[in-house]
């Protein structure tokens, strides 16, 4: 549950970050469309921004990608090899680090849900149980009380 909070805390800071970045730079792209110092000004916003842009997001596909592998380990599921076809990809700006691609993350987060349905269906029986034998063992005390 702590490593929810820490992984939700980190993904929302860079959220933010991604957030204030694209507001910093339609704002100044506006402003090269309106008056450019030369001519291609806005062009070279947006190249810079989109290049920014996808730091941003490879730092949220490794986010992702660190929490579910953590969620898998902790459940003891398999985690998909780097050899399977499709399910990694390599980060667009950062050289030598590995996320899930769309599909692997899909497949781990249906796997993950899986295994966490089938235990809380072992909880909801036994606690099922558990209830019913309390209430039938305070129905008998009742009735031996009188």
């Known amino acids: 549950m702590v490593n ?3 992984f939700r805390y980190r993904l929302q800071k860079v959220l933010r970050n991604k957030d204030r ?7 100044a792209i506006r402003q090269a469309e309106k008056k450019p110092k030369h ?3 806005a062009d070279e916003l947006w190249a810079e921004f989109f290049s920014e842009k996808a730091f941003y997001d490879d730092e949220i596909n490794s986010l992702v990608t660190g929490h579910l592998c953590e969620m898998a380990s902790q459940l003891m599921l398999p985690v998909p090899e ?5 399910m990694w990809q390599e980060a667009e700006h950062r050289h030598n680090r590995w996320v899930l691609s ?3 993350a899909a497949e ?3 796997a993950i849900r899986k295994e966490q349905r089938e235990s809380r269906e072992q909880f909801v029986i036994w606690a099922s149980l558990l209830t019913g034998i309390i209430g039938a063992l305070t129905g008998l005390i009742s009735i031996l009380i009188r």
């Open 4 to 6: 929810w909070f820490r």
């Open 21 to 27: 970045l694209e507001r910093s730079y339609l704002k």
């Open 39 to 41: 001519p291609y000004e």
């Open 82 to 86: 780097h050899e399977e076809k499709g």
């Open 102 to 104: 769309v599909k692997g």
């Open 108 to 110: 781990l987060r249906a």
